[in-house]
């Protein structure tokens, strides 16, 4: 059949806990990083909102989970918040009310049949890790190897699929710029930091399944990597070097260290970061060094590839970035087409092909792993986005037949794929201003109404035949 999707293949549907739960200091929860910035500087968000109560499903699990199955999805992936289980950060002290909101929430999802893939950590780091330097300190590769056996130990024997850390270089981008808190603009050293103590928590959660869990347990561990796919500019081969190392720049970055054979960081990043710190006058390369052990700890850490896709870029040699940062360092400058469909949102293009390009270079970089796409979707403004989501539809329909193309004609070994979200929720620094969900949420409203938009009879649709419309 042309347009179906394999056998076992899987769908589903994803959230975040910062974005959607609320709750954010009932029942034992500690503070998060985001509620202690948003609580004394509310401007750095565009509407002054926050997640105080977001989507209120700390209360309102059952109702999303009952979502959840009305429309057919086989996976539930949410996020379990830190602070929530470890109001501290470390693993002197246990929130049990905490363990028990997600013990309830994974029991629904399995009693209705839903598989939960549950990510242990989607950006909401305990306030009192991030006043301790956060993800710029070395201590928090060990304190998210405590956190991840402490998840094992109460919620692995029901979860069989496992992200330790969503989007990776955006939680770089927080210490290194402005792109996401907390907003330190330290660029050009603090995000390779961030990024060298996210690979080695990673890896650190994953050998501690793997040695003490996954033979009783059973499950999957891995980590979710986000990239656009970039395009060259013209087919130019300048052009055409200048995308390969604006994708070795973004997604190899972290995946070079865990998927390819040789392991450590990209050959071509080394060379250029450590060629630019020189210039520079500095006696040492502001990219870190992995010893050997560390470079065996990371390679090899994942039972699946996790990949989130948005949108694309064209790129050529240039410069773009502040100096120094990881844009400027890695000589490529990124602009759009602008031919390419839009949304209201600048940064989202509509370019299937692009998703479809990146599973090939994911393929052809890492020897074809098993992918599974851990988010995708289409963001509107909240006043474009009513329940009438044509647009939403249309970029859905577009990207599943990228997806169906690169595992029936390309041969890309795609297992899953997970659209977000479930329904509007707090986009980070646009508030509530833009909207990524299949329901809508009243915000005015204390109960939170969700209503259906168009897209979840379109879904329900092809979930029931796993096919595309021609």
């Not at 500019?233 to 972290?254: C, H, Q, V, Y």
């Not at 299937?352 to 979707?377: D, F, H, M, S």
């Amino acid at each position: 059949m042309e347009n179906k999707f394999p056998e076992g293949f899987l769908f589903g549907v994803a959230t975040s806990s910062y974005q959607i739960e609320g709750g954010w200091n009932e029942e034992g929860k500690g503070e998060s990083m985001w509620d202690r910035i948003l609580h004394t500087k509310p401007e750095l968000v565009k509407d002054k909102s926050n997640g105080d109560v977001a989507c209120d499903s700390f209360h309102l699990y059952k109702q999303d989970v009952q979502m959840v199955k009305d429309i057919g999805f086989d996976i539930y992936k949410f996020s379990i918040s830190w602070p929530r289980v470890l109001p501290r950060g470390t693993k002197d002290y246990i929130n049990l009310q905490g363990i028990q909101y997600y013990s309830n929430l994974i029991d629904e999802l399995l009693m209705n049949d839903i598989q939960p893939m549950v990510t242990m950590y989607h950006w909401d780091l305990p306030q009192t890790l991030e006043e301790q330097g956060g993800w710029m300190n070395r201590k928090i590769v060990d304190y998210f190897e405590d956190y991840a056996r402490i998840l094992y130990t109460y919620f692995g024997d029901k979860i069989k699929l496992w992200v330790t850390i969503n989007e990776p270089y955006p939680v770089a981008l927080g210490y290194g710029g402005a792109m996401i808190l907390p907003a330190l603009n330290q660029h050009g050293t603090a995000e390779y930091q961030v990024g060298h103590h996210i690979l080695l928590a990673h890896a650190k959660a994953y050998r501690l399944y793997e040695k003490e869990f996954k033979a009783q347990q059973n499950g999957k561990v891995s980590i979710s990597l986000d990239s656009p796919f970039y395009f060259p500019l013209t087919d130019s081969p300048e052009d055409k070097e200048a995308a390969n190392i604006a994708m070795t720049f973004r997604l190899g970055w972290f995946a070079n260290p865990i998927y390819s054979k040789s392991g450590d960081y990209p050959a071509k990043m080394r060379q250029m970061i450590d060629a630019n710190s020189k210039q520079e006058g500095l006696t040492i390369s502001r990219l870190p060094v992995f010893t050997d052990d560390e470079i065996s700890l990371i390679k090899g850490s994942s039972d699946f590839f996790g990949f989130q896709h948005y949108s694309s870029h064209e790129v050529k040699f240039g410069e773009q970035g502040e100096i120094p940062s990881i844009n400027r360092d890695s000589g490529v400058h990124r602009s759009f087409n602008k031919n390419w469909p839009s949304s209201k949102m600048d940064w989202l293009k509509v370019v299937p092909e692009g998703l479809r390009c990146a599973l090939n270079w994911i393929k052809e970089q890492y020897g074809n792993p098993p992918v599974y796409i851990t988010e995708n979707g289409y963001g509107d403004l909240k006043e474009e986005d009513g329940l009438n989501d044509d647009k939403r539809i249309q970029y859905f329909s577009l990207y599943l037949k990228a997806v169906l193309d690169a595992i029936t004609k390309d041969e890309c070994n795609i297992k899953g794929y997970i659209l977000w979200s479930l329904m509007d929720n707090f986009e980070w620094f646009d508030g509530y201003t833009s909207t990524f969900g299949i329901f809508k949420v009243d915000f005015n409203d204390p109960k939170r109404k969700r209503t259906p938009k168009a897209s979840v009879n379109h879904i329900k649709k092809w979930l029931s035949t796993r096919k595309l419309d021609s």
